[in-house]
């Protein structure tokens, strides 16, 4: 999770008159030859602004939240929320994973001739 600095799609941008797209292909690239998997995100689309609010405003989505195979299997309910710009210049990113912990299938049980072992 994190501020990457790049866009992966053009409506990343709230103005996108001018769009990098071989800075977007690479970085989507980059993503794909890690094996990441992007969560995807609810709530406000673009997570940074420029803070020009009167003259240039502009919005992008600068920050996600990739995972590898292996951490999807083990949240496979996370979700992803953008939540508003308020003090930064970036929007705050809340992952919520619905971790539940397994109970063993099995219960440990104490043997007392454990006890008469030298090296125990």
Same mark, same amino acid.
């Given at each position: 999770?994190?501020?990457?600095?790049?866009?992966?799609?053009?409506?990343?941008?709230?103005?996108?008159?001018?769009?990098?797209?071989?800075?977007?292909?690479?970085?989507?690239?980059?993503?794909?030859?890690?094996?990441?998997?992007?969560?995807?995100?609810?709530?406000?689309?673009?997570?940074?602004?420029?803070?020009?609010?009167?003259?240039? $405003?502009?919005?992008?989505? !600068?920050?996600?939240? *990739?995972?590898? #195979?292996?951490?999807?299997?083990? @949240?496979? +309910?996370?979700?992803?929320?953008?939540?508003?710009?308020?003090?930064?210049?970036?929007? $705050?990113?809340?992952?919520? !994973?619905?971790?539940? *912990?397994?109970? #063993?299938?099995?219960?440990?049980? @104490?043997? +007392?001739?454990?006890?008469?072992?030298?090296?125990?």
């Amino acid at each position: 999770m994190g501020d990457f600095n790049n866009m992966m799609y053009p409506c990343d941008k709230s103005n996108a008159s001018y769009v990098n797209h071989g800075r977007m292909r690479s970085f989507c690239n980059y993503v794909k030859n890690c094996g990441l998997i992007n969560l995807g995100f609810s709530g406000p689309a673009y997570s940074w602004t420029n803070r020009r609010f009167f003259t240039s $405003p502009l919005y992008e989505r !600068l920050d996600r939240f *990739f995972a590898n #195979p292996e951490w999807s299997d083990m @949240f496979p +309910n996370a979700n992803v929320y953008n939540l508003p710009i308020m003090l930064s210049d970036h929007a $705050p990113v809340l992952a919520v !994973l619905h971790f539940k *912990f397994k109970k #063993p299938t099995y219960q440990f049980k @104490f043997e +007392n001739w454990w006890l008469l072992e030298e090296d125990f």
